[in-house]
């Protein structure tokens, strides 16, 4: 079979491989949906040549924690504690939702995502009101074209029930899910679990949605440590207890365990998914970005909830990095003396929106980094625009300059999705204006003004 061949000529590349390079003038062949060498002045025939001279290439984004059903409603949120929001959206917001309000939530979400130069998404999907709400979900992650872990959780249809101290198990639909869509290794949507975990559902009922998820040998993610919740649930210290902490496990927040909890997350090998914009919203506490690099774990980022935060990573990473910054400095200041350098630097927040994420996915042999064997997911950033030029430092320029409209091309395995600052998604304005019958379908039905 005759192989598709794309090479990105003369690119600033920052591999975020092991040895972090930063590689100037320097080329990129894809072939098929794999990256197969970066070098530089290659010459290859019988290949589709994408000119990359003044751009910025690296990885694409990996968004570990996102609600991407929730994609209608944009802003909803942008007041709300997290006991509106669980009282709000989780409340008659969601319940109100038709199958194909989530498919085109799922679909517009994923196609914003991607323009954003994210590549890959968890989808934690809490909105599986029906069968028919799981069937749309996937679909409309599948026609986006982007890569997506989809996180199948509980319904939507009662907050009370299902998020406060609940006794309801995981539905068992899970089982037809992933016989039905993910029978292929190779697919760009893989599936995992989505559970409420000790703080939202009661001890036992975890352990149950855990072992189903086990014994479907999907990963787990839950929400951990969420202000007042952590101490009152000790969600960490009773998994570990109970000898359920794993490898598999993924843990969103995580503001308020102490570090004995962060300890057991690093000894079980548990990922850490950090959102800080909307953490600090909604009151689930500061970022945990420290407290996890102090135990040796390597925190990935999510961007959570749209309907109250921005959807892209540029403003994660910013948030991330000077609060954490801020932390450190304030603690030298507070002993009398003024900070001598940062704590936290640019590489190492552009680690947790990349490679780090994916490893968080259990996906770092397939993306999260630019290395030859990888599947080719890759955002070219137009560093010729005013807020980028002049680039003295690459990975500077990326974290605390650029911003959405600098996502010049975005390619998805081998694919090119987004080409000279636009989407080629074929039918975008028609999406647009599903979506946005379906918010005011929404808003009507659960008499939010």
């Not at 000790?234 to 843990?251: C, H, T, V």
């Not at 994916?358 to 955002?379: F, H, V, Y």
Request: hydrophobic share 45%.
């Amino acid at each position: 079979m005759k192989k598709n061949k794309l090479l990105l000529k003369e690119g600033c590349i920052i591999t975020m491989n092991q040895t972090l390079q930063v590689l100037r003038h320097t080329d990129i062949l894809i072939e098929n949906d794999k990256i197969s060498a970066i070098a530089p002045e290659l010459n290859i025939e019988d290949c589709q040549i994408i000119p990359a001279a003044g751009k910025i290439v690296m990885p694409g984004f990996v968004d570990s924690h996102r609600h991407v059903w929730e994609s209608p409603l944009k802003g909803i949120a942008a007041e709300y504690s997290l006991m509106q929001y669980l009282q709000h959206i989780l409340g008659p917001l969601a319940a109100s939702y038709r199958p194909e309000d989530v498919f085109v939530a799922n679909l517009y979400g994923a196609l914003e995502a991607l323009d954003a130069g994210i590549t890959t998404i968890f989808d934690w999907s809490h909105i599986m009101n029906t069968p028919a709400h799981a069937d749309a979900a996937i679909t409309g992650l599948m026609a986006a074209g982007g890569r997506a872990v989809f996180g199948y959780g509980t319904p939507g249809t009662a907050v009370w029930d299902w998020f406060y101290e609940s006794r309801l198990k995981h539905p068992g639909d899970i089982e037809r899910i992933c016989k039905e869509y993910f029978s292929s290794q190779r697919q760009l949507i893989t599936p995992a679990m989505a559970i409420r975990g000790p703080e939202y559902s009661l001890f036992n009922v975890s352990r149950d949605d855990i072992n189903l998820a086990r014994s479907l040998c999907l990963p787990v993610s839950m929400h951990v440590g969420c202000g007042a919740f952590a101490s009152k649930y000790k969600a960490i210290e009773r998994l570990d207890s109970a000898g359920l902490l794993g490898p598999d496990m993924n843990f969103a927040h995580c503001n308020y365990l102490d570090s004995h909890d962060f300890e057991k997350l690093a000894a079980n090998g548990c990922s850490i998914s950090i959102t800080p914009e909307v953490e600090m919203q909604m009151g689930i506490g500061f970022p945990a970005t420290g407290k996890a690099l102090a135990a040796g774990i390597a925190p990935a980022l999510g961007i959570d909830v749209i309907t109250a935060t921005s959807g892209d990573m540029f403003t994660q990473m910013r948030i991330a990095l000077q609060t954490q910054r801020a932390f450190a400095n304030a603690e030298i200041l507070n002993a009398g003396e003024m900070p001598q350098n940062v704590s936290l630097t640019t590489i190492d927040v552009l680690k947790m929106a990349t490679i780090n994420g994916a490893r968080a996915l259990n996906l770092a042999e397939t993306t999260g980094s630019l290395e030859p064997g990888k599947q080719a997911d890759i955002i070219m950033l137009d560093a010729g625009m005013l807020n980028l030029s002049p680039v003295n430092d690459p990975v500077a320029t990326v974290v605390s300059q650029a911003n959405i409209s600098n996502i010049d091309t975005v390619i998805v395995a081998g694919k090119i999705v987004k080409a000279n600052h636009k989407l080629l998604y074929q039918g975008f304005d028609g999406v647009k204006h599903r979506l946005e019958n379906s918010a005011a379908h929404l808003l009507e039905q659960a008499l939010v003004i």
